[in-house]
T-cell receptor, first 113, second 117 residues
Framework: DTEVTQTPKHLVMGMTNKKSLKCEQH?????MYWYKQKAKKPPELMFV???????INESVPSRFSPECPNSSLLNLHLHALQPEDSALYLC????????????FGQGTRLTVV | AQKVTQAQTEISVVEKEDVTLDCVYE???????LFWYKQPPSGELVFLIR??????QNEISGRYSWNFQKSTSSFNFTITASQVVDSAVYFC??????????????FGKGTLLTVNP
């Protein structure tokens, strides 16, 4: 199983809503990632979890709150988002070392209204 | 700091043509890895190839081949006999040390490849 599963695939939320994005992998990978991708731009790293601990936070606003309940699951909690936060949110996992390839999910297309 | 430059924003070819995607990188790391990913309209990034900084041997895998030249910091990717299904955005990426025990994957801006029938 080389799949990273993200839910939901699409999400529309208001600026006062609270929602969560979910990501799951069963490849035994020790590192999991959240990326944000705007249209016609490359993915931008948001957070990295290594062995279920947050190891990189790329100065992401606190309205994005990551959580890693266990080694297979990664959540991204959203609260009080702005319309400019609308983007494709990609989850990925890897073995965590420098040379290991990352496996990406299909992403959640988020629209903030 | 790491940087990846893909100078070609868009490329359009006719099916069966060969196409080369260019990638130039910058890093102070002596050990690093380079990757090519493909992103079709569905959104998922698909891993294609990987090369480490110590191995400059160029290889061919099916219709894909790559040319890694450390002297010019380039990692170019060629698709032979392109097909319509190859239409996608292609990202070159660099994995290098980012402090502590962490490594970061830095992406280029991507090249949109359109293969016309």
């Amino acid at each position: 199983d080389t799949e990273v599963t993200q839910t939901p695939k699409h999400l529309v939320m208001g600026m006062t809503n609270k929602k969560s994005l979910k990501c799951e992998q069963h490849m035994g990978h020790r590192a999991m990632y959240w990326y944000k991708q705007k249209a016609k731009k490359p993915p931008e790293l948001m957070f990295v979890y290594s062995y279920e601990k947050l190891s990189i936070n790329e100065s992401v606003p606190s309205r994005f709150s990551p959580e890693c309940p266990n080694s297979s699951l990664l959540n991204l909690h959203l609260h009080a988002l702005q319309p400019e936060d609308s983007a494709l949110y990609l989850c990925a996992s890897s073995q965590g070392d420098r040379g290991s390839e990352a496996f990406f999910g299909q992403g959640t297309r988020l629209t903030v209204v | 700091a790491q940087k990846v430059t893909q100078a070609q924003t868009e490329i359009s070819v006719v099916e069966k043509e060969d196409v080369t995607l260019d990638c130039v990188y910058e890093t102070r790391d002596t050990t690093y890895y380079l990757f090519w990913y493909k992103q079709p309209p569905s959104g998922e990034l698909v891993f294609l190839i990987r090369r480490n900084s110590f191995d400059e041997q160029n290889e061919i895998s099916g219709r894909y081949s790559w040319n890694f030249q450390k002297s010019t910091s380039s990692f170019n990717f060629t698709i032979t006999a392109s097909q319509v299904v190859d239409s996608a955005v292609y990202f070159c990426a660099l994995s290098a040390y980012s402090g502590g025990s962490n490594y970061k994957l830095t992406f280029g801006k991507g090249t949109l490849l359109t293969v016309n029938p």
